[in-house]
């Protein structure tokens, strides 16, 4: 499944690179799924047959998912309704879309909330 992934994306991962991050521009937020999950989240999703060419990788916490191509370009498309047609471009590489990685709400998972 590995040789699938971009070399960026895998180095990425190898390297401990967060599976969730806020970022500056599209897609704004996301969540990557676990590597070794990659193939059935695609397989559950059905996305050789509504996106055919593209390999989801995570979401945007929302109804986007996170989706490259043969070149590893990424792309948002969404869960539902699910076309190539929907398939939005928002980075050449992975390692474009890391290099707008922010720190803006970093804490925001870290705090806890209290009910009244």
């Known amino acids: ?33 676990p590597r070794e999950e990659i193939e059935q ?8 047959e509504y996106a055919p060419g593209f390999l989801g ?22 869960f539902i309704g699910m076309s190539i047609e929907d398939a939005k471009k928002i980075g050449a590489s992975w390692s ?4 707008r990685i922010t720190d803006k709400d970093a804490n925001c998972h870290n705090q806890s909330l209290t009910l009244t």
Do not use: C, H, R
């Open 1 to 33: 499944m590995n040789s699938k992934l971009p070399k960026d994306y895998v180095e990425y991962l190898d390297a401990g690179g967060s599976d969730f991050a806020f970022t500056i521009g599209d897609p704004g937020y996301f969540q990557l799924w």
């Open 41 to 48: 989240w695609n397989q559950d999703y059905q996305v050789t």
């Open 57 to 78: 990788f995570g979401s945007d916490g929302g109804g986007e998912m996170l989706a490259f191509d043969a070149e590893g370009a990424v792309y948002m498309i969404p």
């Open 96 to 99: 474009e879309i890391v290099s």
